[in-house]
């Protein structure tokens, strides 16, 4: 049996009862989120992440299935919400996937074969003498663990209709790939490629039925989100800035 992690995890191992977990407080970040340029991002989530994050698609299989993505910075191995005291900018929306952590829901390859059911998992470096038990000594679940788990199920299964309504994005044919460019006040040009968005013109162009269907769905408001969030990628422009400049700043100092 193989576990796979999931996008930046390293070694998982199934949860068990005994298990002490150290798990973050607050806003600290995990060292594992600390160097992500972006993010999954979860269905329910597209208007709190559309406030602060630029919201793309992604494939990793050229185009056979996609993937919503929130972006958290400009360059490899950036992420713009980071603070010097390693915790996530207060003013912006802390992501589910990451507040999941150090627990995820992972999938399981069988004699070669993916298995529909997910097991829930820990990551191993997580697992500390000193960590926090989530279940009493009769077995029964602690609140911190019971809590953590509804996050974990709803979040898996809201992953689900995530990627369903990107296929559905994908069979409407409204997804272009498109490429960011900016120019720095000072440095290099920025890039960034590999990114989908919604085409506005062909949204426009569907049918009554086809919008209707979307809207009482409540995907057409989701559409409308990532739409609108890409103009985020100026305030992450900005924000790559000051940081720069607060970096330079305390050098000097």
């Not at 973050?24 to 992500?36: L, T, W």
């Not at 329910?44 to 993937?67: H, K, L, M, Q």
């Not at 997804?175 to 426009?204: I, S």
């Not at 989701?222 to 790559?240: G, T, V």
Request: charged share 25%.
């Amino acid at each position: 049996m193989d576990i796979t992690p999931p996008y930046a995890y390293s070694e998982i191992v199934p949860l068990n009862k005994e298990h002490k977990v150290l798990v973050p407080q607050g806003r600290k970040i995990p060292p594992a989120f600390r160097a992500v340029s972006a993010l999954p991002v979860s269905l329910v989530e597209f208007n709190p992440i559309a406030r602060d994050y630029p919201i793309v698609f992604v494939t990793g299989d050229s185009g056979t299935s996609f993937v919503a993505m929130a972006v958290l910075g400009l360059e490899q191995q950036q992420n713009l919400f980071l603070l010097a005291d390693n915790t996530w900018d207060r003013r912006a929306y802390l992501p589910a996937y990451v507040r999941r952590y150090p627990f995820c829901m992972a999938t399981i390859t069988q004699d070669g074969k993916v298995r529909e059911d997910r097991l829930v998992c820990v990551e191993k470096k997580a697992i500390k003498d000193k960590g926090d038990s989530l279940f009493d000594d009769k077995g029964e679940p602690l609140p911190q663990w019971v809590e953590q788990q509804k996050l974990l199920v709803e979040y898996e299964a809201d992953l689900v209709r995530t990627n369903q309504f990107a296929a559905e994005l994908k069979d409407l044919d409204l997804l272009e790939q498109f490429t960011m460019q900016a120019q720095p006040n000072q440095g290099t040009p920025l890039q960034l490629t590999g990114m989908f968005r919604v085409v506005e013109q062909k949204l426009a162009a569907l049918d009554a039925a086809r919008i209707k269907g979307l809207a009482e769905r409540g995907l057409l408001g989701r559409i409308y989100a990532h739409m609108a969030s890409l103009e985020n990628f100026l305030r992450l422009l900005d924000r790559r800035a000051g940081m720069g400049q607060a970096s330079a700043k305390a050098s000097a100092n």
